[in-house]
């Protein structure tokens, strides 16, 4: 049975820095990522890590957020730097392997002016 936790999510000040979280159990996936979804908008990529460690993220946070991922553990982090308004959203784990795909339950992410 595959599991996902999320955690690290909060309210933080523009400008300010976050620290996202996914510990995943159940199997290994090749691929673990972030997307998000703003009230009243689709869900989004926010950042995407295979294993062999190649990363592609959105456009919107090129520059400010760094995905890693520590295989042994096999679980999945998301820095989020420089935060915005915009970037308030909920924050969904995504990991994709053999077995199929699966999402978290998601964390809020919230920025203030």
């Known amino acids: 049975q595959v599991q996902l936790a999320e955690s690290g999510g909060g309210l933080v000040q523009s400008g300010g820095s976050l620290r996202l979280s996914c510990a995943a159990s159940?199997?290994?996936?090749?691929?673990m990522g972030w997307y998000r979804q703003a009230p009243g908008k689709q869900r989004e990529l926010v950042a995407v890590?295979?294993?062999?460690?190649?990363?592609t993220y959105g456009d919107p946070v090129k520059g400010r957020f760094t995905i890693s991922r520590d295989n042994a553990q096999n679980m999945v982090y998301l820095q989020m730097s420089n935060l915005k308004p915009d970037d308030t959203a909920v924050y969904y784990c995504h990991v994709a392997g053999l077995g199929g795909n699966y999402w978290g339950q998601g964390t809020q992410v919230t920025v203030s002016p």
């Open positions: 890590i295979v294993s062999g460690g190649r990363s």
């Open positions: 159940g199997s290994i996936f090749r691929v």
